[in-house]
């Protein structure tokens, strides 16, 4: 797609490559890091890894019995935001044994908070991509235009039509470049940050199911 976009204008890609400079390099590295960001999202983004099965299977015949160790080594053992969850929910319910129901379910939230940023706070980083990449094109934007109009601020008359060419073609090519990088991203972004915010209600309605679970028998006791 990129190669016949720069076809259109008479260029070959390698062409364009060439006018952009340095600055291309480091619109590549961008582009690397968003696939990278990409694929860690399509990884860990997932209703598994936020809150595994084992533990939403496991955990309440835990948390009702008389040995909530064993809910805690299972918390350790699947480490996830679920687990974080119910592990800050266990700590406050042993250091203070008298808690009523509402205090614990205020740790369970005040943690669960906690965990909802770090999930829908990776995705920022496909955004600061997205804002970054263009104004790496307008840099060099500015650079190309900067070495044509010096051609000809140095000698009007030997100015050659070459260099100017170089110039603009630099301007206009990093600029290109910078906007196929950030509109990707931020079509991704907005993808995945809804995706995050889906697995956030996720977790938010499994550990209400797990704190009901823990409040009742913590208030029958």
Known sequence: ???????????????????????????????????????????????????????????????????????????????????SVMLATLDAVRNAPHADAALIAQVAESEGRRQAEAIEGRT?????????????????????????????????AAAKPALLAEGVAQAIVTTIFGLLVAIPAMALYAWFRRRAGRLVGHLEGVCAELVAVLGSKHAGE
Do not use: N
């Open 1 to 83: 797609m990129t190669g016949l976009l720069f076809a259109e204008a008479g260029m070959s890609f390698a062409e364009a490559w060439a006018y952009g400079g340095w600055l291309m390099w480091v619109l590549l590295a961008m582009s690397v890091a968003g696939l990278a960001c990409c694929v860690y999202f399509l990884v860990t983004l997932r209703a598994e890894t936020v809150a595994p099965m084992r533990l939403r299977r496991d955990l309440p015949k835990y948390l009702l019995s008389d040995d909530p160790d064993e809910a805690r080594r299972l918390c350790e053992d699947a480490p996830s935001p679920l687990a």
């Open 124 to 156: 920022q980083w496909l955004l600061d991509i997205a804002t970054i990449a263009p104004m790496v094109g307008l840099l060099g934007t500015v650079i190309g235009m900067l070495g044509a109009f010096g051609a000809v601020a140095s000698d009007v």
